[in-house]
């Protein structure tokens, strides 16, 4: 078996590449930039980071959103913070900047008059650091993961979705959010799993398993 990580400049790659290592060492992982070898992988991981527009200018450029598109439409497919982003409509972020759209929804900015936590104290953006994750349905990837295990988060920006059936992890920073969705061969989180330590450890461990159904 192949697992492809989508080098496209952006992501946290040597992390999320050493994790899957750690988690699969009887697994080919590929880190490439190159279509093929995405379109040739039998299970695919998306990662992220920076500015939404300059993700997709860079996966434009590389050749990579057709690969990336075809695999997540027809393999098992990990999304990972601006990589599971990427996978809405569009993001407020740049102006609302057009994403891959295979999802309904958006991803808009934690809106700066609500950031006070429940003693009035403000709250930061971007949101950074561990945080809860409450699983609202179950999913194979969920397996052996605590229900209320915690994961490392750096976004400034959160996912949004009319329908409720994609959730599949929901977070609170002060309000509830979407923290991690599914549909299908997809699963996607907006916190880092290489970087959550057992917890995350255990996501990839599953998706490394997972045969998308």
């Not at 040739?40 to 200018?57: E, I, L, N, S, T």
């Not at 990589?83 to 809106?111: D, H, I, K, M, W």
Request: proline share 6%.
């Amino acid at each position: 078996m192949e697992i492809a990580v989508v080098d496209y400049g952006m992501g946290n790659l040597r992390s999320v590449t050493k994790a899957l290592e750690h988690v699969a060492p009887d697994v080919q992982i590929t880190l490439t930039s190159d279509p093929a070898a995405v379109a040739r992988a039998d299970k695919v991981v998306f990662p992220g980071q920076g500015a939404m527009r300059d993700c997709v200018r860079e996966l434009d450029e590389r050749g990579l959103r057709q690969a990336v598109l075809e695999a997540a439409a027809s393999k098992p497919f990990f999304g990972i913070c601006v990589g599971a982003q990427l996978l809405f409509q569009y993001s407020e972020e740049g102006g609302n900047t057009q994403a891959l759209g295979v999802f309904p929804g958006e991803v808009l900015r934690f809106p700066a008059a609500q950031m006070v936590d429940a003693h009035g104290a403000k709250l930061k953006v971007p949101h950074m650091g561990w945080n809860t994750v409450r699983q609202t349905r179950a999913h194979p990837l969920w397996a052996g993961v605590a229900a209320d295990a915690r994961f490392y988060f750096l976004h400034s920006y959160y996912m949004h979705t009319p329908l409720a059936e994609l959730t599949t992890g929901e977070s609170d920073y002060p309000f509830p959010f979407t923290a991690a969705v599914a549909r299908a061969n997809i699963f996607a989180t907006q916190f880092h799993p290489e970087k959550s330590h057992s917890a995350g450890l255990q996501l990839l461990k599953n998706f490394v398993a997972w045969n998308g159904d």
